[in-house]
């Protein structure tokens, strides 16, 4: 500062002279006073023990998974699980027996024969796209652990399968499905494996809320224990040298890892029988395990032709469509952009607004316009702009490069992910796929069987959630229509509007049904009138007519909420918990929005229970009666299976028979089912 005239560039100095109390002020704060008054030493500040409990609660808190894996912790016992007692260790010493070829498989031969349980893990790398490339198979039993190298001998890989096939040994692991689809995909068809348990399946059921836990984490937390990584076997810190002769050790690592893992089935053994999941874990997750991995090996057939002259025709609408926004704009700009949209829309063509976004731009949202489109053609083209664009980017360009060589999409189903049970699909995400607009329903045209002379078969259940609502709420009223076959939403319509259900009209029936699902999400009356464009007023009359006509529906759904507040959580039929922490938030809009999820969640979780049942029925059912036929997708409540054109009729009686059949409600469940030649027309 005192020297600011001797600085050479005008504009500097300036800023320099001008900023002068500000320089000054920021040095102050920036220096260390060594006046202020400390009461502790220079001893007090030396690092101590860490509290390893507290440290894994706060990186599990903050979501740290990579400072969670790196922790170095004290070891303990295998046995001594964190909070409670723990499972009995496996043996100090194991024997480790290495099997490279296929004429020395006897001893795992004998285990598999003699043993009701063994630990399973699978090595290999790849996606969903081609065949994964396996290093290598480990098996641990209670009193050895075998270790198959994958890479020496071609013949090892089928001669293991005749090995496991002719066994009823079933298995522990941590994601079993991720290994059996390994197995599968590589020529494993015979293998029909028994899950004995699953930790990561284990961890969903206890925890549906808190997503999905690596093995080493979970681990890590019950027992403050470092497991290896792969890497820690690699050469320079975890980079595999090409050219040096050392290779990763994966004998160790599996061996390392299967202790672990062993000791964590067993904790989790008993955490779930102790918050009495078992049979839901038992009957409705550990077998889906193999189920979809099945789904993902076999894949579904995709016509690369009629996908790649769909995003043609989709991209030529796409410019007929800008070319239209253009005309109607006065000149060319960014249609995707929403601040050059928000310009052209309310500047230069002054539609009315809403308000400002924090960057100070006026909204372009899907909400904002389709609150126009009806008054401004303009507004109508841009909507359907980005439909046909997302549609040619989401689903065209995203789905072509995940055709496999095979032809097929291995699309991923996962167990794990969603709070309410629900199975989540990706890679492609072929749940959704739009169904309501004709050019997204146009784009299921390109999955087809997967040869000539076979056909889809699909079962859909109908209105489930109503169905689950009615035999949950025990109201006598719905209970009645569905036992009498009748059209729910007339038979809501009549009973709400007070008319016979012959002069029930379209637009009742229309409304009839909103409130019919609305109830189920815990719709308010705000929502109803957005809906169905009508008042607020009006749609909350619509509510209290409807609660008045099924007043054991009403009941039902206060009554979850209530016992949520009591116990902070709910069930579904098979006893599947979803906890529901905000249900007591002095935050009002938290608040209720937990209530929406205690009314809602016993309904949907049920709707998942049963159709995970379905998939178990069907599958085995199948394997049985009509083995070349194949469970390929679920799409909701929706099951499609690959079949021979002659195998048509007896596939649709046996789809509607096991979904119908699966689980006894007083408003039964009822399948419909239809067959196809695509999935497009697959009703």
Not at 504 to 510: C, F, G, L, N
Not at 642 to 668: F, I, P, T, Y
């Amino acid at each position: 500062l005192a020297r600011s005239a001797e600085i050479e560039g005008a504009k500097l100095r300036q800023k320099v002279e001008e900023n002068a109390q500000l320089a000054r002020m920021s040095r102050r704060l920036a220096e260390i006073d060594t006046h202020a008054p400390l009461e502790l030493e220079p001893e007090d500040c030396r690092i101590g023990e860490t509290d390893h409990d507290k440290l894994i609660e706060l990186y599990k808190k903050l979501e740290f998974q990579s400072f969670l894996s790196r922790l170095k912790l004290p070891e303990k016992a295998e046995g001594a699980a964190a909070g409670g007692e723990g499972p009995a260790p496996l043996p100090e010493e194991l024997p480790v027996i290495r099997i490279e070829a296929a004429g020395e498989l006897l001893p795992l031969q004998q285990a598999l024969q003699t043993k009701q349980e063994a630990l399973l893990q699978v090595l290999g790398s790849g996606d969903h796209k081609e065949k994964p490339v396996l290093q290598g198979l480990a098996l641990l039993t209670d009193d050895a652990f075998y270790y198959c190298d994958l890479r020496r001998d071609p013949a090892l890989l089928a001669a293991l399968e005749a090995c496991f096939a002719g066994s009823d040994c079933a298995f522990l692991g941590h994601r079993l499905q991720e290994s059996y689809y390994a197995l599968f995909r590589s020529g494993w068809d015979a293998w029909q494996p028994k899950t004995a348990f699953d930790s990561a399946l284990a961890a969903y059921v206890l925890h549906p809320g808190e997503g999905e836990n690596g093995a080493e984490q979970l681990y890590l937390q019950a027992f403050h224990r470092n497991l290896p990584a792969p890497e820690d076997f690699c050469e320079g810190g975890g980079q595999i040298s090409l050219f040096g002769e050392a290779e990763p050790d994966y004998c160790a690592y599996a061996l390392a890892r299967g202790r672990g893992l062993w000791a964590l089935c067993a904790l989790l053994r008993e955490q779930v029988e102790a918050e009495g999941l078992t049979e839901l874990l038992a009957r409705a997750e550990l077998p889906l395990a193999a189920v979809l991995a099945r789904m993902e090996s076999r894949g579904i057939a995709v016509d690369r032709e009629q996908l790649t002259q769909a995003g043609e025709a989709l991209s030529a609408a796409i410019s007929r469509l800008g070319a239209e926004i253009y005309e109607a704009a006065g000149e060319e700009f960014n249609i995707s952009s929403p601040k050059q949209l928000s310009v052209i829309l309310f500047e230069k063509l002054g539609l009315p607004a809403g308000k400002k976004n924090k960057n100070g731009v006026y909204s372009t949202s899907a909400e904002v316009l389709e609150r126009l489109q009806e008054e401004y053609p303009i507004v109508a083209q841009i909507l359907l702009y980005r439909g046909l664009s997302k549609l040619k980017g989401t689903y065209i360009d995203g789905l072509l490069p995940l055709i496999g060589m095979d032809g097929r999409i291995h699309a991923h189903f996962q167990q794990t992910v969603t709070a309410t049970g629900r199975i989540s699909c990706t890679e492609p995400n072929l749940q959704n796929i739009p169904v309501r607009s004709e050019p997204g329903r146009s784009l299921r045209k390109a999955f087809v069987p997967s040869a000539p002379g076979r056909v889809f078969v699909g079962a859909d259940y109908s209105q489930i959630e109503l169905r689950i609502l009615a035999h949950l709420s025990q109201d006598p009223s719905m209970l009645e229509a569905f036992r009498q076959g009748q059209d729910i939403h007339r038979a809501t319509a009549a009973r709400v509007f007070e008319v016979p259900e012959s002069q029930v009209t379209p637009e009742m029936r229309s409304n009839a049904k909103a409130v019919n699902f609305g109830v189920i999400y815990g719709m308010s009356g705000f929502g109803l009138s957005d809906q169905l464009h009508i008042s607020r007023k009006q749609a909350e009359r619509y509510i209290a007519d409807y609660f008045k006509k099924y007043e054991k529906v009403k009941q039902f759904l206060d009554g979850q909420v209530e016992l949520c507040r009591a116990q902070g959580f709910v069930t579904t039929i098979l006893g599947r918990r979803r906890a529901i922490p905000d249900i007591n938030s002095r935050n009002y809009t938290q608040r209720q929005w937990a209530e929406r999820l205690a009314m809602n969640s016993p309904i949907q979780g049920s709707a998942a229970d049963i159709i995970k049942l379905a998939m178990i029925a069907v599958e085995e059912r199948l394997r049985q009666d009509c083995p070349d036929a194949k469970l390929i997708l679920q799409i909701h409540d929706e099951l499609i299976v690959d079949c021979a054109r002659a195998d048509e009729a007896r596939v649709k009686a046996l789809l509607q028979e096991c979904m119908e059949g699966v689980l006894r409600l007083d408003a039964a469940l009822l399948a419909e089912a239809g067959s196809a030649e695509n999935w497009y027309e697959l009703k």
